[in-house]
Structures are given as structure tokens and as C-alpha cells.
């Protein structure tokens, strides 16, 4: 077959069948219209059904078109294989051509033949035909497909076989339009064969292995099956068929699996950049790479077809599916959300011919990225907590968690059952589904809706894009949305469009309200690129009134749909209306210690470049009023030296007052320029710079939408407060600037001058005065252990001299007054110095608590006396437990008072355990 791209592919199909008389129909949304049955559009007839029933009339008699197809039903089965199977995917692309009572079986077949071999050149020695025979004998065998195979091709003639109902009898559900179909399948060659080696297995046609692969299938609807089952002939004749994209690329481009052609390597590639894996690295990983790869496909389709994730039908199956990725993503070593970027890539792939996926590019990458995030922040406590369960299981023999474990995950931490399914499965482990589907109803009856979850509900968000349509259509908001100031002023006078309590629109809200505030314009941040919200207020104010008619605290901020930003808060008084002019007005001073941190942020980032490396990548990043955290690639813990020096060329950097200057610019332009581009920020054609240093030569450039300080100088101070790791090969700084730095200076010298106060000393001298302490201190406990030594020592002497004897055996059982369970163990070995061959069981007080020590010599364990056994019965006196070797066991226990008569039973345990 030729060498053409997915792309190349898809167009002369289409190209192809416009030839032949055909009309291009675009692709149906992936959420069926108007078909409460289907969850997801599984195949290019969906969007006909109706035409194939005689209840609606066809655009044109013949059309083509490229489908988009989802074949998922949210339950685990449907994804075992996605992943492993190199032509198994949750999403796939299905070309058609349709015929709605205009040709036939002839032109069916005669033209798939000249597209495959003439027009792409596919080998005929390779293709087989299948045609319609009834296995079960009452349906005549499909005569006239296998005349037109062998008239109309030059297939070779015994390459056209007859199958029977399973593979070549299509039926659209138990009754309607119905008929026999004729699939072609290429012969891939033996080496493709996936059970070479198998005793008894045969490749062939519609076999079990991977040798064969369905590509086309044409499917001829004759028939209208009753309520009875009965067919009858139907008025007119129609032709469905499907050719997999996918599996065609794959054999065009002579790769063994589908996710090696170009429709999926990109985003493979994508993700190997993300990760920083060398191409030995991602192999290794291959099947979780592939595995977010089909994920990311159906995750990026869905949402641009407006779904959104939540806890019911397909909006469920979407959340499970991006969880699963973001949960093969973490096996893989990715430890920030990243399914964005990988959506990027798909978009980049599939946007050429699916507009609709550039269109709604930023919606698309929005929705992916609050849901990993949101998951990101309970998966890694969430999977913990499962092994715990899964460990516990294991100890105990038993393989099913249980249900209520099932919906903690669920109700806590976000698991989707099939999550946790899965997770369980790869382990050998199932799930009490019953338990868990009981759990979740008695939650619902309890009327107590899972609060974080519910905010994503499709319903909820549902009502956002409402109110912004309508906000829009009522011309208060442009078509951009809500007016971003937030870089540009710090307060401003705006309208109030919309207010929302309890997620309903309302026109007005009373004193003690939380409320969801919408203005024509704000100045308020909304968290993004790591940089947190900001809060402040909105009032009314009169002129020469004072107090304000109403005012509302802002704490929060959310852009649950772009353009619509939300302001979070509570009325404090008065009774704000919509329609009412407003100030809104944020934390000046909490946005200049945000400001602070932002511009550190960049300087910290220059500098480690500088100091550490070109491989310093930023990981991830958070800017708060309070601190700065800095997530950067690198492969070692940083020395003292490092951090000293990292910490003191940012300082220079803040002393220096370089000037930051702010560009607009292309995205183009600006990487071109050699600014950074930092992950998880997101960016539109035009993207904005910030350059640090000399005008003519900025030693920090990158693209940044947050907020950042004039000028260095007024970031004030930097302090580094730790450097610790957050995964392999990512280091994590935190620091402070401004004020807060200032406050902790003040703070560590105050507590350096009262050291030194109590020390007697100056400050200068502190050190050296608390090493010396130290060296006394340790002396001083070296004495006191050589003293209590020496009284263990004279105990044990006095105890000696009560060495009991009982059935032939010595047994040296009393309480002493050791100081640590050490000792205790010493002492034992003090016994079987002296005794040679003996059972000795010791008790303490420590620290309030009874702790046992027992050993038995060798000599003695092999007369059937093990320590364990021992401590266990004596420890039950005292209420506690224990256990160890058989020569060497210690326990603990509860009640102290009882520690003499739990020792009191010493010797009757052991004669006992001799009589055994
Ligand atoms: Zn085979
Ligand atoms: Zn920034």
C-alpha cells in the first residue's frame, strides 16, 4: 500500500467517494442527538438511524463522512484492552459511505475494492472477503455479494469466505433494519500473528489472533425484523459502511500497532517531552504511554463536544477515563498535572479536520486541567490509603475490598468505582460492588451530595454557560466575557450583572448571603499559573456616603467557564442588586506581597538556571501572599554552597532595582526571543513577556500572565526557607520575600539573642557555647549509663539467687528496674553466661509501661520452649502482647501493677510447655 499520512488517508476517502456522486456530511457530535438510549455516537450509522426507520427524509441519497466514534461504556471491560491491543482504543474514527436507497451491493463493493487497491494500492494477495451464510439455516446465504466479489474484483477467488451470523449479520438493536454484511480484512502476515507458538492455533479470517485485521465492513440492509423476530424485505435498500482509520494508517504507514502511526505519535511524543524520559525510558513504559494517549483522545473529543466531567452516565465515564490517565500518569513518574499539554497535541493532531477541537481549544484544555487538578490533589493520599487496605487484605488472605472501603475512595478522595477497580484488579483484587452501590444510596438518601464533586457536575457548569450566554445576548458582557483588569488596576467602578446564591440567579441578596458575584469588569486575579486569587471587597458607595449601602467580602475567586468570572464572598451588609453600579476593590497590600513573591519567582528561576544548569526546568509553581514554592527539574539535593549561593545572587538581583519591562507579543516571537515558557500557564496567540534586567539584554524572560512588582528593589529581601524533594528528580525550594521575610530575620535573631542571654554569652558566640553544652551533656549521660549498668548488675547478682528449677529446667523469672528494654535484653544474655542453659523472663517499668523480655537457650527451644509462646501468655497478665523468635521474644502491655503476677506465672508455664 502507498505511504500516505492519517490525514492523506482520511481526505481521499472522502475525496473518493465525492467522485462517485457522494455528499461530505460532517461527523455528529460524540453526545448522540436526541437518543436517550446511547450514551456515546458508536458507530457512523447512529446519526442515519432514523433515515434506515423511513422517519426522516436524507439531505442526499449518497453521502460521506468521517465519524467520531466512543466505545466505552464506563465499565472496565471495555478498557482492559486499551493499551495492550495495538488496534483496541476508546476513541477511533469510522469512514463511510452511505447509500439511503439509491445503490447497492455492486457499486458497495466494486468501489471499496478500487479505493483499497487502485486508488491506495493495497496488496490484492493480502485481501479477504467475507459474504453472508446462515449458520443457523433459515436466512438465504448472501449469493449476490459473492457473485459481485468475484465479477466486479480481481480479488483472488479463494479469498472471498463465507461466515455466519456472528461476524456477517448486522442488526441495528432486537428489531428494525437489518441485513448481511461484507467485511474485508488484511492479511498482515504471519509475523503479526500474536499466538505463534500456540499449540493448536490456526490464523485465519475472523480467528483469535492478530494476524487478520478487519479494515472495511459493508453492511446490506434488506430486511425489517418484527416484534417476533420475522424478517421481511424492506421497500428500499440501503448500504452502511466503516472503515477503521486507524487500523488503515497503521498498514499504509507499515507499523505494528496503530499507536505507532502519526495519528498517535506526536502526542507519545508529547508526553515522552512532558516526562523528560529518554526513548529507552518511555518503551519501558509503553503501555502506560499508550494508554494515556487513547485516554487523551476520548478526554479532549469529549469535553470539545461538551461534555464535562461528573458523577453520573457519560459525564462519569469521561472523569473515570481522564482519572485513569492522570493515575497512569503518576505510575510514570508524573507528579503535576500534565494531561493538558497532552491535549494540546491532540488538538494539534485531530484539529486540521475536527475545527470544532480548535474552536473550543482553551474550554477544552480549562475543563482537563480543573479536573486534574482537582484529582491530582487526592490521588496520591487516595492510592496510598488503597495499598494500606489492599496490604491489610492480603495479611488477612482475603481478596474483596469491601464496598464501604470502595466508597471512602470515592466519597474522599475522588476514586470513580472503576478507579478503584482497576487499581484493585492489577493486584488480583475485586470490589464488593453491592456494598459500594449501598453506601452511595444511603449517602444520597442522606441528602448529603458529595460537595467538592458536585461543583464539576455537568449541571453546574451547565448553568454557568447559561448565565454567560445569556449575559452576553443581554449585551452587559462583550464577547470576550467578564473585562480582565486585573493587571492593570487595583480598583475600579463596574455594575453588578449577576448574583447567584445557593447556585441560583437571584436579583438581590441580604446581609449574611454567600454569594457568586458577576461584574462587567474586576480587578481581581483569578488563580492561575501558580499564582493565588485575590480577595478585597465590592461595595456601593454614594457620594458623600459613608458607610457603603452594601458591601461584600470577596474571599474567593473562579472562572468556571472562560469569560465568566465569579466573584466568591459574603454580603456583610446591606442588600447588593444586580444592576447596581459597584467598587470593587482588591487586598492592595496582600497583592504587593503576591506581586513579591510572582517577581522572586522569576529571579529564583534565572538564577538556578544560572547556578545549577541549563537542565533546571520549572515543575510546577505556587505564588501566595505568605511564601513562594518552586517545583525545577534536577537530579540531586542541593549542597549549602548552592543554596547560599542561589539565595545570594537573587539578592543581588532585588539590590540591583533592575527595572521590568512588560511585552505583548506572538507566541512565536517570543520563544524565538528565548523566553521560557512555563508549564501549566495557558496561552492564546498573543502571549505577554516579562523581561528582567538590562533593557537591551534581560537576563529572565518568560511568558507570564501574572502580577509582578515595578521594579526589583521592592521585593525587599529573599530568604530561602527549604529545599526538599517532591519525586524523582524534582526539587522543590521554598522561600520568602518582603515582609514576611523581614519577620522571620527578626524572629531567628530575637531567639539568637535570648540564646545568647542564657547562654552568657554574645551572640556572636552562641555556637560554640551550645557545642560545648552538648559535649558536657553527652559525658554526663555516659556516666549515668555506666551507673545504671552497674546497678542492673548488682540486681541481677541478687536475682540470681532465686533461680527456680522445674522439670528439669532453670528458670529465672523477677522484675528489675532496668531503664530501657535494652538492658532488659543485656541481661538475659548476662543469665545465659552465668546459667549455660536457661529459660529467663524479665519485666520492667518504663516510662509507666510493663515491657517483658524472655529468651530460652537453644538447648532448651529444642525441647519444644519457645519464647513466643512464652511472652505471649505472660504479656496477657499485663494486657498486653508480643511475640519474636523462639529463643528471643519481648512484649508490652498496659497494666503495670500486675507485672509481678504476670512473672509469678513464669515456671508453671514453663513445666507446662515441657509436658507438651
Ligand atoms: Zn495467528
Ligand atoms: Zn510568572
Known amino acids: 500500500m502507498k505511504r500516505m499520512t492519517g490525514a492523506e488517508i482520511r481526505q481521499s476517502f472522502l475525496d473518493f467517494f465525492v467522485s462517485k456522486g457522494h455528499l461530505i456530511v460532517p461527523s455528529a457530535s460524540l453526545v448522540p442527538v436526541g437518543d436517550?438510549?446511547?450514551?456515546?455516537?458508536?458507530?457512523?450509522?447512529?446519526?442515519?438511524?432514523?433515515?434506515?426507520?423511513?422517519?426522516?427524509?436524507?439531505?442526499?441519497?449518497?453521502?460521506?463522512?468521517?465519524?467520531?466514534?466512543?466505545?466505552?461504556?464506563?465499565?472496565?471491560?471495555?478498557?482492559?484492552?486499551?493499551?495492550?491491543?495495538?488496534?483496541?482504543?476508546?476513541?477511533?474514527?469510522?469512514?463511510?459511505?452511505?447509500?439511503?436507497?439509491?445503490?447497492?451491493?455492486?457499486?458497495?463493493?466494486?468501489?471499496?475494492?478500487?479505493?483499497?487497491?487502485?486508488?491506495?494500492?493495497?496488496?490484492?494477495?493480502?485481501?479477504?472477503?467475507?459474504?453472508?451464510?446462515?449458520?443457523?439455516?433459515?436466512?438465504?446465504?448472501?449469493?449476490?455479494?459473492?457473485?459481485?466479489?468475484?465479477?466486479?474484483?480481481?480479488?483472488?477467488?479463494?479469498?472471498?469466505?463465507?461466515?455466519?451470523?456472528?461476524?456477517?449479520?448486522?442488526?441495528?438493536?432486537?428489531?428494525?433494519?437489518?441485513?448481511?454484511?461484507?467485511?474485508?480484512?488484511?492479511?498482515?502476515?504471519?509475523?503479526?500473528?500474536?499466538?505463534?507458538?500456540?499449540?493448536?492455533?490456526?490464523?485465519?479470517?475472523?480467528?483469535?489472533?492478530?494476524?487478520?485485521?478487519?479494515?472495511?465492513?459493508?453492511?446490506?440492509?434488506?430486511?425489517?425484523?418484527?416484534?417476533?423476530?420475522?424478517?421481511?424485505?424492506?421497500?428500499?435498500?440501503?448500504?452502511?459502511?466503516?472503515?477503521?482509520?486507524?487500523?488503515?494508517?497503521?498498514?499504509?504507514?507499515?507499523?505494528?500497532?496503530?499507536?505507532?502511526?502519526?495519528?498517535?505519535?506526536?502526542?507519545?511524543?508529547?508526553?515522552?517531552?512532558?516526562?523528560?524520559?529518554?526513548?529507552?525510558?518511555?518503551?519501558?513504559?509503553?503501555?502506560?504511554?499508550?494508554?494515556?494517549?487513547?485516554?487523551?483522545?476520548?478526554?479532549?473529543?469529549?469535553?470539545?463536544?461538551?461534555?464535562?466531567?461528573?458523577?453520573?452516565?457519560?459525564?462519569?465515564?469521561?472523569?473515570?477515563?481522564?482519572?485513569?490517565?492522570?493515575?497512569?500518569?503518576?505510575?510514570?513518574?508524573?507528579?503535576?498535572?500534565?494531561?493538558?499539554?497532552?491535549?494540546?497535541?491532540?488538538?494539534?493532531?485531530?484539529?486540521?479536520?475536527?475545527?470544532?477541537?480548535?474552536?473550543?481549544?482553551?474550554?477544552?484544555?480549562?475543563?482537563?486541567?480543573?479536573?486534574?487538578?482537582?484529582?491530582?490533589?487526592?490521588?496520591?493520599?487516595?492510592?496510598?490509603?488503597?495499598?494500606?487496605?489492599?496490604?491489610?487484605?492480603?495479611?488477612?488472605?482475603?481478596?474483596?475490598?469491601?464496598?464501604?472501603?470502595?466508597?471512602?475512595?470515592?466519597?474522599?478522595?475522588?476514586?470513580?468505582?472503576?478507579?478503584?477497580?482497576?487499581?484493585?484488579?492489577?493486584?488480583?483484587?475485586?470490589?464488593?460492588?453491592?456494598?459500594?452501590?449501598?453506601?452511595?444510596?444511603?449517602?444520597?438518601?442522606?441528602?448529603?451530595?458529595?460537595?467538592?464533586?458536585?461543583?464539576?457536575?455537568?449541571?453546574?457548569?451547565?448553568?454557568?454557560?447559561?448565565?454567560?450566554?445569556?449575559?452576553?445576548?443581554?449585551?452587559?458582557?462583550?464577547?470576550?466575557?467578564?473585562?480582565?483588569?486585573?493587571?492593570?488596576?487595583?480598583e475600579l467602578e463596574t455594575v453588578v450583572l449577576a448574583i447567584l446564591h445557593d447556585g441560583q440567579p437571584v436579583t438581590q441578596a441580604a446581609e449574611g448571603d454567600q454569594v457568586e458575584v458577576v461584574l462587567a469588569a474586576t480587578p481581581f486575579y483569578v488563580e492561575r499559573g501558580g499564582q493565588v486569587s485575590d480577595i478585597g471587597t465590592i461595595a456601593r458607595h454614594t457620594a458623600g456616603e459613608q458607610p457603603p449601602r452594601w458591601e461584600i467580602q470577596v474571599s474567593d475567586m473562579r472562572e468556571p467557564v472562560p469569560g465568566l468570572i465569579v466573584h466568591v464572598g459574603q454580603v456583610s451588609s446591606g442588600r447588593p442588586q444586580t444592576g447596581d453600579p459597584a467598587w470593587a476593590v482588591i487586598d492592595a497590600e496582600r497583592r504587593m506581597d503576591i506581586a513579591r513573591n510572582h517577581t522572586a519567582t522569576h529571579l529564583l528561576h534565572s538564577e538556578l538556571r544560572y547556578i545549577l544548569g541549563e537542565h533546571v526546568q520549572q515543575a510546577g509553581s505556587l505564588v501566595a501572599p505568605d511564601r513562594l514554592r518552586f517545583d525545577f527539574t534536577h537530579g540531586m539535593m542541593l549542597t549549602q554552597e548552592e543554596l547560599d549561593a542561589v539565595e545570594q545572587s537573587v539578592n543581588d538581583a532585588i539590590l540591583a532595582g533592575y527595572p521590568l519591562e512588560v511585552a505583548n507579543t506572538s507566541y512565536k516571537e517570543a520563544v524565538a526571543g528565548g523566553a521560557m515558557a512555563l508549564f501549566g500557564e495557558k496561552y492564546g496567540e498573543q502571549v505577554r513577556v516579562i523581561r528582567i534586567g538590562d533593557p537591551g539584554e534581560p537576563f529572565s524572560q518568560e511568558l507570564c500572565g501574572g502580577v509582578h512588582v515595578d521594579q526589583t528593589g521592592e521585593i525587599g529581601l529573599f530568604r530561602i526557607v527549604s529545599e526538599t524533594s517532591v519525586g524523582a528528580g524534582v526539587r522543590r525550594i521554598e522561600a520568602v520575600t518582603g515582609r514576611t521575610a523581614f519577620q522571620l530575620v527578626q524572629k531567628r535573631l530575637n531567639v539568637l539573642d535570648a540564646a545568647a542571654t542564657h547562654l552568657g554569652c554574645p551572640p556572636e558566640e552562641v555556637e560554640r557555647a551550645v557545642l560545648r553544652l552538648m559535649g558536657d551533656l553527652h559525658d554526663r549521660q555516659k556516666e549515668n549509663a555506666d551507673l545504671r549498668r552497674g546497678m542492673a548488675r548488682l540486681e541481677f547478682e541478687a536475682l540470681l539467687l532465686g533461680v527456680q528449677e522445674t522439670a528439669g529446667v532453670k528458670v529465672l523469672a523477677g522484675q528489675v528496674q532496668a531503664a530501657d528494654v535494652e538492658t532488659l535484653r543485656e541481661m538475659t544474655d548476662w543469665s545465659r553466661n552465668r546459667l549455660g542453659s536457661v529459660v529467663t523472663v524479665l519485666g520492667a517499668v518504663i516510662d509507666g509501661k510493663p515491657n517483658l523480655v524472655a529468651a530460652v537457650t537453644p538447648d532448651l527451644v529444642e525441647r519444644g520452649l519457645k519464647a513466643g509462646a512464652l511472652i505471649q501468655q505472660v504479656a496477657k497478665v499485663v494486657g498486653g502482647g508480643g511475640g519474636g523468635r523462639p529463643t528471643l521474644a519481648q512484649a508490652g502491655g498496659r497494666d503495670a501493677s500486675k507485672l509481678g503476677d504476670a512473672l509469678a506465672l513464669v515456671a508453671g508455664l514453663v513445666e507446662e510447655q515441657i509436658g507438651k
Open 36 to 490: 436517550p438510549t446511547l450514551l456515546f455516537t458508536n458507530a457512523g450509522m447512529n446519526q442515519f438511524k432514523n433515515i434506515f426507520l423511513g422517519l426522516e427524509e436524507p439531505r442526499a441519497r449518497r453521502v460521506t463522512d468521517a465519524q467520531k466514534c466512543m466505545r466505552v461504556s464506563g465499565h472496565l471491560n471495555d478498557l482492559e484492552e486499551v493499551g495492550i491491543s495495538p488496534y483496541h482504543h476508546t476513541f477511533f474514527e469510522m469512514l463511510g459511505n452511505w447509500s439511503f436507497g439509491d445503490y447497492y451491493k455492486r457499486e458497495a463493493i466494486a468501489w471499496g475494492w478500487e479505493l483499497i487497491t487502485a486508488l491506495w494500492g493495497m496488496d490484492k494477495a493480502m485481501l479477504w472477503a467475507t459474504v453472508f451464510e446462515d449458520d443457523q439455516g433459515t436466512l438465504p446465504w448472501d449469493e449476490e455479494a459473492m457473485t459481485h466479489w468475484l465479477n466486479e474484483t480481481d480479488i483472488a477467488r479463494d479469498h472471498v469466505l463465507r461466515s455466519g451470523r456472528k461476524d456477517n449479520f448486522w442488526s441495528m438493536g432486537p428489531t428494525g433494519p437489518c441485513g448481511p454484511c461484507s467485511e474485508i480484512h488484511y492479511d498482515r502476515g504471519p509475523e503479526h500473528c500474536n499466538k505463534q507458538g500456540v499449540p493448536g492455533h490456526v490464523c485465519q479470517v475472523n480467528g483469535d489472533c492478530t494476524r487478520y485485521l478487519e479494515i472495511w465492513n459493508l453492511v446490506f440492509i434488506q430486511y425489517n425484523r418484527d416484534a417476533q423476530g420475522d424478517l421481511y424485505p424492506l421497500p428500499a435498500r440501503h448500504i452502511d459502511t466503516g472503515l477503521g482509520l486507524d487500523r488503515v494508517t497503521a498498514i499504509s504507514q507499515r507499523v505494528p500497532a496503530n499507536y505507532d502511526t502519526d495519528l498517535f505519535m506526536p502526542i507519545l511524543k508529547r508526553i515522552q517531552e512532558l516526562r523528560g524520559h529518554t526513548d529507552e525510558e518511555a518503551a519501558a513504559s509503553r503501555t502506560a504511554y499508550r494508554i494515556i494517549a487513547d485516554h487523551a483522545r476520548s478526554v479532549t473529543f469529549l469535553v470539545g463536544d461538551g461534555v464535562i466531567p461528573g458523577n453520573e452516565g457519560r459525564n462519569y465515564v469521561l472523569r473515570m477515563i481522564l482519572r485513569r490517565a492522570a493515575r497512569f500518569g503518576r505510575k510514570i513518574g508524573f507528579t503535576e498535572p500534565f494531561l493538558g499539554e497532552v491535549a494540546k497535541a491532540v488538538i494539534e493532531v485531530m484539529g486540521g479536520h475536527y475545527t470544532e477541537l480548535r474552536r473550543r481549544h482553551d474550554f477544552i484544555l480549562n475543563v482537563i486541567r480543573q479536573e486534574e487538578e482537582r484529582f491530582q490533589r487526592t490521588l496520591g493520599v487516595g492510592l496510598a490509603l488503597l495499598d494500606d487496605i489492599m496490604a491489610g487484605l492480603e495479611a488477612r488472605g482475603e481478596r474483596v475490598i469491601p464496598g464501604g472501603e470502595a466508597f471512602r475512595l470515592y466519597d474522599t478522595f475522588g476514586f470513580p468505582l472503576d478507579l478503584t477497580k482497576d487499581v484493585g484488579a492489577e493486584r488480583g483484587f475485586s470490589v464488593d460492588e453491592a456494598e459500594f452501590k449501598a453506601a452511595l444510596g444511603e449517602q444520597r438518601a442522606r441528602g448529603r451530595a458529595m460537595q467538592q464533586f458536585v461543583a464539576a457536575d455537568g449541571k453546574e457548569l451547565e448553568g454557568y454557560v447559561r448565565l454567560l450566554e445569556a449575559l452576553k445576548a443581554q449585551g452587559g458582557l462583550g464577547p470576550d466575557g467578564v473585562e480582565d483588569l486585573s493587571r492593570e488596576a487595583a
